[in-house]
């Protein structure tokens, strides 16, 4: 089965950038979506096909997709980013997420 | 702007079956090209997609949750729904439904929006 590896936190100070990868088995020949859920929320598109943003989803969000690893960077990192982020990729018409990586900013 | 809302119990007893409904507001669940899924998530864990229907009842399910799911859709009520048999303590989790947006070419779906989810436990 394919797997989808995120690194489990990442933490950042406000005003920073924020990069939260997302590896896989030639994961650059898929395409990845990034989904943001905050606490007690349901889970919100703000990346697909791999750097796409969705209407509403603010331009420090951007995505990237290459080799093994896939990208979410969040320039100017605000406290409202504070959330887990889940990458998501399809592999055989099966839907695949990544165990997910809470952001926190310090 | 297309609305998801989840329904269904928050407690099922074990080796039961979970029912679940979700209506679609704001457009037609049919004809779009769009596929209509559920996705779960245990308390504290990562996200699990569990299969994924057509306006026209065409399904694919996860291949480890296919002995025990089926998905179906009813266009007339705009809803689609999703059985769970022989629930176990394991299938606690919150349960999401969301529409799969047909990406129309040589690319992957996604998945937006996504209903707010309903808490189910499975517990006797």
């Known amino acids: 089965s394919y797997d989808l590896t995120q690194t489990p936190s990442v933490s950042v100070s406000p005003g920073q950038t924020s990069s939260i990868t997302c590896s896989g088995d030639?994961?650059?020949?898929?395409?990845v979506c990034w989904y943001q859920q905050k606490p007690g929320q349901s889970p919100v598109l703000v990346i697909y096909?791999?750097?796409r943003r969705p209407s509403g989803i603010p331009e420090r969000f951007s995505g990237s997709n290459s080799g093994n690893t896939a990208t979410l960077t969040i320039r100017g990192t605000q406290p409202m980013d504070e959330a887990d982020y889940f990458c998501?990729?399809?592999?055989?018409?099966?839907?695949?997420f990544g165990g997910g990586t809470k952001l926190t900013v310090l | 702007q297309l609305q998801m809302q989840g329904s269904g119990p928050g407690l099922v007893k074990p080796s039961e079956t979970l029912s679940l409904t979700c209506s679609v507001s704001?457009?037609?669940?049919?004809?779009?090209?769009?596929?209509w899924v559920w996705i779960r998530q245990p308390p504290g864990k990562g996200l699990e997609w569990i299969g994924a229907?057509?306006?026209?009842?065409?399904?694919y399910y996860n291949p480890s949750l296919r002995s025990r799911v089926t998905i179906s859709v009813d266009t007339s009520k705009n809803l689609f729904s999703l059985r769970l048999r022989s629930m176990i303590a394991a299938d606690t989790a919150v349960y999401y439904c969301?529409?799969?947006?047909?990406?129309?070419?040589?690319?992957?779906?996604?998945?937006?929006?996504w209903g707010q989810g309903t808490l189910v436990t499975v517990s006797s």
């Open positions: 704001g457009g037609s669940i049919s004809g779009s090209g769009d596929y």
């Open positions: 030639q994961l650059g020949t898929k395409y």
């Open positions: 969301a529409r799969q947006v047909d990406c129309g070419g040589d690319c992957a779906d996604w998945f937006d929006p």
């Open positions: 229907v057509y306006y026209d009842g065409a399904t």
């Open positions: 096909q791999n750097s």
């Open positions: 998501q990729a399809w592999d055989n018409s099966i839907v695949i």
